[in-house]
């Protein structure tokens, strides 16, 4: 009977255990499903920045380009430009000389056909029937012959010069068109230029702003490390850290400014990081530590667009609807550290039981009753804020996602 009922009882407790393993999978797949929702990019505003020096990375890009363009098809119309140019004032010679010899013989078109009108007026006389005057008649209808004959051939003269004229100005005409388009091809290759130049130093301007804005970051979450060390609530681990700083180092010092690297492949970067050990919350769900509030930063990994550069932020940035809000605590707890700092302001860090911490930074002034020893209740206000409370819970060397403690 006790075998029996030792048998039942192992059988349970393996249905039991198999129970246990699966809820297990479940919620760690649930788990690193929502973890994985949490990785977001940088706040609104450094993302927005990121987004503006891409945009004129790529203009500038796209710029270079044209130029390439504009340099390589100048570079084979330049011999036939001289040789336009050449031809062209060849042209306006011959057209000079044209037109002179056209004048000359529109002169001398107009004498003749005058000179035809008056012998025709002549001829038409009546003459007297006797030898003179028939031979007059001969000669005079002679010359009109001769005349006519002149003028048809100076009419002739005329028209094929005239063609000739008009030939040489269109040949001008189409010269000066292509001359005309290299020249505005020229003074556009310089425009883009020039406006490159420009766009290149705003550029550099833009990304000197946004390396401070990312240093500042980056120096802050350090500030809260070294902190959190220096209290034996989390440890770094210190190869790490150098391998980190080695990385950093690296992508800040990148001169180049236009390349393949500088557009936005993020996926393809691979700089160390030090990525923190995050353990899913189970405890009671709790108020925040501000009454009206949004999410600028999110908990997570994301990778800088401009420097490639992985940054796990192991809090949460939230931005108060109203000035000067109070800030308070989640738990009841113990203050373990309240002071000012230089990088993140003031600094408060409460101990809760079962190894919680909660991190409240950036405060603009801490409560004047919050000093280190001092036991606090749940919603006692521990200080202020005016523009960004930087949230972070740690529990037993292990950061949790902040957002998950608010009901």
Same mark, same amino acid.
Not at 123 to 150: D, G, P, Q, W
Not at 222 to 227: A, H, S, Y
Not at 280 to 297: C, E, F, V
């Given at each position: 009977m006790i075998r029996l009922f030792l048998v039942f009882a192992l059988i349970f407790s393996l249905l039991d255990a198999k129970t246990d393993i699966d809820t297990q999978i479940k919620q760690t797949s649930k788990r690193l499903s929502s973890f994985s929702k949490s990785y977001t990019s940088i706040n609104k505003k450094m993302s927005q920045n990121a987004k503006a020096i891409l945009k004129q990375k790529q203009a500038i890009l796209k710029g270079q380009k044209e130029i390439e363009d504009l340099t390589s098809e100048l570079k084979e119309k330049e011999s036939k430009y001289k040789e336009n140019i050449v031809t062209l004032k060849k042209l306006e010679v011959t057209q000079k000389d044209l037109a002179k010899e056209q004048q000359k013989i529109e002169n001398e078109l107009i004498f003749t056909i005058a000179q035809s009108v008056s012998l025709s007026v002549i001829l038409e006389e009546e003459y007297a029937v006797n030898e003179k005057s028939l031979i007059e008649f001969e000669v005079l209808k002679e010359m009109l012959n001769r005349s006519?004959? $002149? !003028? $048809? $051939?100076?009419?002739?003269?005329?028209?094929? +010069?005239?063609?000739?004229? +008009?030939?040489?100005? &269109?040949?001008?005409?189409?010269?000066?068109? @292509? =001359? !005309?388009?290299?020249?505005?091809?020229?003074?556009?290759? =310089?425009? %883009? @230029? #020039?406006? &490159?130049?420009?766009? /290149?130093?705003?550029?550099?301007?833009?990304?000197? !702003?946004?390396?401070?804005?990312? $240093?500042?970051? /980056?120096?802050?979450? *350090? +500030? /809260?490390?070294? +902190? /959190?060390?220096?209290? &034996?609530? %989390?440890?770094?681990?210190? !190869? #790490?850290?150098?391998?980190?700083?080695?990385?950093? #180092?690296?992508?800040?010092?990148?001169?180049? =400014?236009?390349?393949?690297? *500088?557009?936005? #492949?993020?996926?393809?970067?691979?700089s160390s990081y030090q990525r923190a050990k995050t353990k899913r919350y189970r405890g009671p769900k709790t108020i925040a530590p501000l009454d009206r509030y949004s999410i600028i930063k999110k908990y997570g990994t994301y990778t800088d667009p401009i420097y490639g550069i992985k940054v796990f932020n192991e809090s949460i940035s939230l931005k108060p609807k109203r000035a000067n809000a109070k800030v308070k605590t989640v738990f009841n707890g113990k203050v373990i550290y309240a002071d000012k700092t230089a990088v993140l302001d003031n600094i408060v860090i409460i101990q809760h039981k079962n190894g919680l911490h909660t991190i409240y930074a950036n405060l603009s002034k801490i409560a004047p009753n919050i000093k280190k020893g001092k036991r606090v209740k749940k919603g006692s206000t521990i200080g202020r804020v005016k523009n960004e409370l930087v949230f972070e819970v740690t529990q037993k060397s292990y950061h949790i996602n902040p957002i998950r403690l608010f009901k």
């Amino acid at each position: 009977m006790i075998r029996l009922f030792l048998v039942f009882a192992l059988i349970f407790s393996l249905l039991d255990a198999k129970t246990d393993i699966d809820t297990q999978i479940k919620q760690t797949s649930k788990r690193l499903s929502s973890f994985s929702k949490s990785y977001t990019s940088i706040n609104k505003k450094m993302s927005q920045n990121a987004k503006a020096i891409l945009k004129q990375k790529q203009a500038i890009l796209k710029g270079q380009k044209e130029i390439e363009d504009l340099t390589s098809e100048l570079k084979e119309k330049e011999s036939k430009y001289k040789e336009n140019i050449v031809t062209l004032k060849k042209l306006e010679v011959t057209q000079k000389d044209l037109a002179k010899e056209q004048q000359k013989i529109e002169n001398e078109l107009i004498f003749t056909i005058a000179q035809s009108v008056s012998l025709s007026v002549i001829l038409e006389e009546e003459y007297a029937v006797n030898e003179k005057s028939l031979i007059e008649f001969e000669v005079l209808k002679e010359m009109l012959n001769r005349s006519k004959a $002149k !003028a $048809k $051939k100076l009419n002739k003269k005329f028209y094929n +010069t005239s063609k000739n004229i +008009t030939s040489l100005s &269109n040949e001008a005409s189409s010269l000066e068109k @292509q =001359i !005309a388009s290299i020249d505005a091809k020229r003074k556009k290759l =310089i425009s %883009i @230029q #020039k406006r &490159n130049k420009k766009a /290149l130093k705003k550029l550099e301007r833009s990304k000197l !702003a946004y390396k401070k804005e990312l $240093k500042k970051l /980056l120096k802050k979450q *350090d +500030t /809260l490390k070294r +902190t /959190l060390s220096k209290l &034996n609530i %989390i440890k770094i681990d210190e !190869a #790490k850290k150098a391998k980190e700083e080695a990385a950093r #180092k690296k992508a800040f010092r990148a001169k180049k =400014i236009i390349s393949d690297q *500088d557009l936005p #492949k993020v996926k393809k970067h691979g700089s160390s990081y030090q990525r923190a050990k995050t353990k899913r919350y189970r405890g009671p769900k709790t108020i925040a530590p501000l009454d009206r509030y949004s999410i600028i930063k999110k908990y997570g990994t994301y990778t800088d667009p401009i420097y490639g550069i992985k940054v796990f932020n192991e809090s949460i940035s939230l931005k108060p609807k109203r000035a000067n809000a109070k800030v308070k605590t989640v738990f009841n707890g113990k203050v373990i550290y309240a002071d000012k700092t230089a990088v993140l302001d003031n600094i408060v860090i409460i101990q809760h039981k079962n190894g919680l911490h909660t991190i409240y930074a950036n405060l603009s002034k801490i409560a004047p009753n919050i000093k280190k020893g001092k036991r606090v209740k749940k919603g006692s206000t521990i200080g202020r804020v005016k523009n960004e409370l930087v949230f972070e819970v740690t529990q037993k060397s292990y950061h949790i996602n902040p957002i998950r403690l608010f009901k």
